[in-house]
């Protein structure tokens, strides 16, 4: 069983930084992702890397700004947000699947994330104020 836990998150003001970390167990392969969700709003996609090769995938919203990355000998992924904009407030989850992350490009936009990724973590705040 996989298990997924967040931390990192916080309050910064617009143009800050924050590091997410994501510690797992139970996962050894396919892919992960960072996600967000606003209340009231669906929970989209942020960033994704294969476990094999570790190929990144962005948000355009996100992309240039936030890096993700992973260190396999601590089990942990990251999700490095710089140049925070007050529209990056959210709670932010990280998320695991045995496909490939490519796949899961594929199906994004077609079904709920939720669906797309059957391991979430319990989620860390992030606030970003203008």
């Known amino acids: 069983q996989v298990q997924l836990v967040e931390s990192g998150g916080g309050s910064v003001q617009a143009g800050g930084s924050l590091r997410l970390s994501c510690v797992h167990s139970?996962?050894?392969?396919?892919?992960m992702g960072w996600f967000r969700q606003v209340p009231g709003k669906e929970r989209e996609a942020v960033a994704q890397?294969?476990?094999?090769?570790?190929?990144?995938y962005y948000a355009d919203s996100v992309e240039g700004r936030f890096t993700i990355s992973q260190d396999n000998a601590k089990n942990t992924m990251y999700l490095q947000m710089d140049r925070l904009k007050p529209e990056d407030t959210a709670m932010y989850y990280c998320a695991a699947s045995t496909r490939d992350c490519v796949t899961f490009i594929q199906y994004l936009g077609l079904y709920p994330v939720e669906r797309l990724f059957p391991s979430w973590g319990q989620g860390t705040q992030v606030n970003v104020s203008s």
């Open positions: 139970g996962y050894s392969s396919g892919c």
């Open positions: 890397i294969d476990a094999d090769g570790g190929r990144t």
